[in-house]
């Protein structure tokens, strides 16, 4: 079985473009979250999406948008990049089941090396 | 203050050896918890996840304390394959989220001959 897609894998932008990044959930996965995380550091939650809707926002800038689409596919989109952006992108998929479903860990793929110029 | 923090290490250790690594989170209404492993510019992947009354798989141990907010990971018997940064993750669903997970820094480990 596919795990956790995403494209593309490396990516490198100047200062004040914008970027999408796509990921494809585990099939059956209907939640899809994204983190970045710098080097030296933890992955840093920015949005979850579930349904199609967003179920939860990191501490990140409004140039940070993200949609889920009806296959549960996702995209990442950042505005007006800076060099600050320079980061891994990783997607995350998960089950929702019923009663607490945040005992579902989350699966995560390969991510997305962006690099700022 | 961090709302989970690890000692990011260094760990090195010799193949066969025991180490030990701990965790504490602050935000007490965390639910789930978990060690998550990832290798040098790789993806995190699921090692295990942390029960209350604490939880085997092979040479890794892991122990919650709800009480102190403190989590630890044991793992026997190093490998050099078990060089990694772990990482330990705390999930909590408020609102409308279904389980943001919280990372924290990263323990790195590596296990030499």
């Known amino acids: 079985d596919a795990g956790v897609t995403q494209s593309p894998t490396h990516l490198i932008k100047t200062r004040g473009q914008h970027v999408t990044l796509r990921c494809s959930p585990i099939s059956g996965h209907k939640s899809v979250s994204w983190y970045q995380q710098v080097l030296g550091q933890g992955p840093q939650f920015i949005f979850q999406?579930?349904?199609?809707?967003?179920?939860g926002r990191g501490n990140f800038p409004d140039r940070f948008s993200a949609r889920q689409f009806p296959n549960y596919s996702s995209e990442l989109n950042v505005n007006a990049l800076l060099l600050g952006d320079s980061a891994l992108y990783l997607c995350?998929?998960?089950?929702?089941?019923?009663?607490?479903?945040?005992?579902?860990?989350?699966?995560f793929g390969d991510g997305t090396r962006l690099s700022i110029l | 203050r961090k709302e989970v923090e690890q000692d990011p290490g260094p760990f090195n250790v010799p193949e066969g050896a025991t180490v030990a690594f701990n965790c504490t989170y602050s935000n007490s209404a965390s639910q789930s918890f978990f060690w998550y492993r990832q290798d040098c510019r790789k993806e995190p992947k699921l090692l295990m996840s942390?029960?209350?009354s604490g939880n085997e798989d092979g040479r890794f141990t892991a122990q919650l304390n709800r009480a102190s907010q403190y989590i630890s990971l044991l793992i026997r018997d190093s490998k050099l394959s078990d060089s990694a940064t772990y990482l330990c993750?705390?999930?909590?669903?408020?609102?409308?989220?279904?389980?943001?997970?919280?990372f924290g820094q990263g323990t790195i480990l590596t296990v030499h001959p």
């Open positions: 942390v029960y209350s």
């Open positions: 995350a998929s998960s089950l929702i089941l019923g009663g607490n479903p945040s005992n579902q860990p989350q699966h």
């Open positions: 993750v705390v999930s909590h669903a408020g609102g409308t989220s279904y389980g943001k997970l919280t």
């Open positions: 999406y579930y349904e199609k809707e967003e179920r």
